[in-house]
């Protein structure tokens, strides 16, 4: 029972293509994130999203876009892909305040734009 | 700003104690996390402390000074299992978690 899953783990693509990672919880938490960690391993937030807010890091560049079917899922969608973009993007849910909102992360999405 | 300072690499032996530092300033505090994450896989969750003081978990403590901005994770009798980075990440007033490159852990037997 694996309770944040994303797909795929690799994903290998030319520049300026179009590409969609895709993040699924089954905690039944509110808010789910989405993060990058670069080769310097420094995790740097995306985006976070329940149903009622949508925070965007505002460093983040327009060609990435959150889309959420339902509170379960969280997908990233990414046009025009660049060199820069290769990186692991996590996904991680949670649930309340405190200690409740531990975050639990995904296994990661390893993105290579050649 | 808001800024993490964790030591980036320390290196200790397999059965003794290891204490790893976290120095931070937020916006705003909403406790403090500590996660593991080992080479190439997602971080998982070890600690959070929102008061001053130490919580223990088995091997693993984490101590919390608010005043100071202050944290460290204690590890006890270390295995080599536990080679992996220690990332300290404070919850600001926004509850957006503020993370640090962490601290790389090799354990030597």
């Known amino acids: 029972d694996t309770a944040v899953s994303q797909t795929p783990k690799y994903l290998v693509t030319q520049m300026g293509n179009d590409k969609s990672i895709k993040c699924e919880q089954n905690l039944g938490h509110d808010t789910m994130y989405w993060y990058k960690q670069d080769s310097k391993k420094f995790l740097k937030i995306m985006f976070s999203y329940n149903n009622k807010e949508l925070i965007i890091n505002e460093t983040v560049p327009n060609r990435f876009s959150p889309k959420s079917p339902d509170k379960a899922h969280l997908n990233l969608h990414i046009n025009s892909l660049e060199l820069g973009d290769s990186a692991v993007y996590f996904c991680?849910?949670?649930?309340?305040?405190?200690?409740?909102?531990?975050?639990?992360f995904g296994p990661g999405t390893r993105l290579t734009v050649l | 700003g808001q800024n993490i300072d964790q030591p980036t690499e320390m290196t200790a032996t397999e059965g003794a104690i290891v204490q790893i530092n976290c120095t931070y300033q937020t916006s705003g505090f909403n406790g403090l996390f500590w996660y593991q994450q080992h080479a190439g896989e997602a971080p998982t969750f070890l600690s959070y402390?929102?008061l001053d003081g130490l919580e223990e978990k088995g091997r693993f403590s984490s101590f919390l000074s608010r005043s100071k901005g202050y944290s460290y994770l204690l590890l006890k009798e270390l295995q080599m299992k536990d080679s992996a980075s220690y990332l300290c990440?404070?919850?600001?007033?926004?509850?957006?978690?503020?993370w640090g490159a962490g601290t790389k852990l090799i354990i030597k037997p």
């Open positions: 990440a404070p919850m600001d007033s926004n509850y957006q978690l503020i």
């Open positions: 991680a849910s949670s649930q309340g305040s405190g200690e409740t909102d531990t975050q639990y």
């Open positions: 402390n929102v």
